[in-house]
């Protein structure tokens, strides 16, 4: 099991990787670095499980300090983490995390407050006069007739959707941060839809990235419990 999940993931990451090679922008990757950075923060180790408040608040800071970095490459990588994390717990959803249901509230609000505050201070004050020259800010209403371009954004998506269906046949969200990850990578998911173009699909790679960790998760919950009578024979 622990090698089909490890292979599995390796693939998965390729896949989610080689279809950025044919539009590639210079702050995808380190977008992806940075929410993979964000993830493993919120996520619990033995050493984080038993924090002190010292150790919360670096933790916390550290978090924050990558919001800010991220939101000045995306902000909407850095708000949709955020948002994840806080809907979450404020839903009580089953989850580990990091730092404590309080801590975690506080720290994603505040995430929330300053990847708005960079994304205004980046369109008002520092590219007052940036546009895209005429296109349109929702693409959903320039795109949704172009069923090539839904396909490819489809064909990307299939195993985050496949994760969101099981998350609910399931009913579970897997372990750690999986609850958080998989609401951010959905809310992104919307916003990429709604204001990006659909066969963009470099857009969505740090949130599919992140959420592999609970596919394979999800996946291996379902083959454990096939019966062993089930299996084929040679």
């Not at 292979?7 to 993979?36: E, H, I, M, N, R």
């Not at 009913?171 to 839809?193: K, N, P």
């Amino acid at each position: 099991m622990r090698h089909s999940g490890s292979a599995g993931f390796v693939a998965l990451a390729l896949y989610a990787l080689d279809w950025t090679l044919w539009y590639q922008k210079v702050g995808t990757l380190p977008s992806a670095v940075l929410v993979a950075l964000m993830a493993w923060l919120w996520s619990p180790s033995a050493e984080r499980t038993r924090s002190t408040y010292g150790r919360a608040a670096a933790i916390a800071s550290a978090l924050l300090a990558l919001v800010v970095l991220q939101s000045f490459i995306r902000a909407d990588l850095a708000l949709t983490m955020c948002l994840g994390v806080f809907i979450a717990s404020a839903l009580h959803l089953p989850q580990q995390l990091s730092l404590s249901r309080r801590a975690a509230l506080t720290t994603s609000a505040l995430g929330i407050l300053l990847s708005v505050a960079v994304q205004l201070y980046l369109s008002r004050v520092l590219y007052p006069n940036a546009s895209y020259d005429g296109v349109p800010v929702f693409m959903l209403l320039h795109d949704y007739r172009q069923l090539v371009l839904w396909v490819s954004c489809l064909v990307y998506i299939t195993p985050f959707l496949w994760t969101l269906s099981q998350v609910f046949r399931q009913r579970c969200w897997g372990e750690g941060a999986g609850a958080s990850l998989i609401l951010a990578a959905f809310f992104h998911l919307l916003l990429w839809i709604t204001m990006g173009r659909l066969d963009e699909v470099r857009i969505f790679l740090p949130m599919a990235l992140v959420t592999l960790p609970l596919t394979l998760e999800l996946a291996l919950r379902q083959i454990a419990l096939i019966p062993v009578n089930a299996l084929p024979r040679n």
